[in-house]
């Protein structure tokens, strides 16, 4: 596979027509992924750090994000790990019908995210 060849992205034809995974697959795993990293953890964590003087982000990256960039640097680290994460579990995942490397990147996202979400709502309900 070529670089430079981009039908291994295809789930239906092109060099992955044995591939063991879908689009229905793929869609669900990283809509949860992006629901709980993407909208949960970003949600309560500007209101954590925005909407309330007693807390500052913990995460020493993500805080020197937001001292430089304001939002759009914390909006924009976690676009750029979830484009990350997508692009292995494209590449690694389909393009090798690895299970793990295709379902590990959500996976991972998704359970950062709702441990991040629960741990962000309980800083700020007490």
Known sequence: MSTADASWLDFDGGLSDASIFDEVSFSRMWLLAVATYGVGDIVTTIALV???????????????????????????LKLLVIYACIGISLWAGVGDDD??????????????GLYTTVHNLGILLH
């Open 50 to 76: 925005y909407f309330s003087p007693l807390h500052t982000e913990a995460n020493p990256v993500i805080r020197q994000a937001i001292m430089a960039f304001g939002g759009g640097g914390f909006l924009g």
């Open 99 to 112: 299970r793990l490397m295709f379902y590990a990147p959500p996976l991972l996202l998704a359970v950062v």
